[in-house]
């Protein structure tokens, strides 16, 4: 496809379930980025990838968050023992070159709810 | 870290007005400043940016200006349209694509 592209949509899940977040990013762009949009506020940076490696993880809020990228194109964040604060809304982003801040392309993000 | 602020949170103009939204940045450092439009169910959609060594750019009805001075940076949209409509949001960084993103600006255009 010609953008960035996310799965699923929506995903309710039960608190304490594991939950496995997808993106496929545009086809070429070494960079690969994760931002959490909770309801009515901006994005928050979760974690940033350049080719398969994380060289930045700073946002991930706990150790419940984890995140991996592979072939240097799917990446999955995987959020275990879900809470009721995980619900918002999961972007991922991706660039051709994060070295000189090219500009970033979103998906339309995964819409998590943890009951 | 930085820190970015971003005013007004809600504006509503008539269509034909121009609209403002202003956004102030923490860390001198900084060097480039990026808008998104978002609009609802979908993903932010960059619609103009800004690097730190110039001080204005313009796209047709869309114009960003800079006062690295002031640490600010503010969107200008002449001709508002009804479709215009949407969350705005602004970005500053300094480090790769690590944006710290403003708490949006909800736009609405009345026909």
């Known amino acids: 496809g010609a953008g960035v592209s996310q799965s699923p949509s929506n995903k309710v899940t039960e608190k304490g379930k594991d939950v496995e977040l997808r993106c496929d990013p545009i086809?070429?762009?070494?960079?690969l980025y994760w931002y959490r949009q909770r309801l009515g506020q901006g994005l928050e940076f979760l974690i940033y990838?350049?080719?398969?490696?994380?060289?930045?993880k700073s946002g991930l809020p706990s150790d419940r968050f984890s995140a991996e990228r592979t072939g240097e194109s799917v990446s999955t964040l995987t959020i275990q023992r879900t809470q009721q604060e995980d619900s918002a809304v999961y972007l991922c982003?991706?660039?051709?070159?994060?070295?000189?801040?090219?500009?970033?392309?979103f998906g339309s993000g995964t819409q998590l709810s943890v009951l | 870290g930085e820190n970015v602020e971003q005013h007004p949170s809600t504006l509503s103009v008539q269509e034909g007005d121009s609209a403002v939204i202003k956004c102030t940045y923490s860390?001198?450092?900084?060097?480039?400043f990026p808008w998104y439009k978002q609009e609802l169910g979908k993903g932010p959609q960059l619609i103009i940016d800004?690097?730190?060594?110039?001080g204005e750019k313009k796209d047709q009805r869309i114009a960003v200006t800079l006062n690295k001075t002031a640490k600010h940076f503010s969107l200008h949209i002449t001709e508002t349209q009804p479709e215009d409509s949407a969350v705005y949001f602004c970005?500053?960084?300094?480090?790769?694509?690590?944006?710290?993103f403003g708490q949006g600006t909800i736009l609405t255009v009345h026909p």
């Open positions: 982003a991706s660039s051709p070159n994060s070295a000189t801040n090219e500009k970033l392309f």
């Open positions: 086809s070429g762009h070494t960079a």
């Open positions: 990838f350049q080719g398969n490696s994380a060289p930045d």
């Open positions: 860390d001198s450092a900084s060097n480039y």
């Open positions: 800004i690097r730190s060594n110039v």
């Open positions: 970005a500053a960084t300094l480090l790769h694509g690590k944006l710290t």
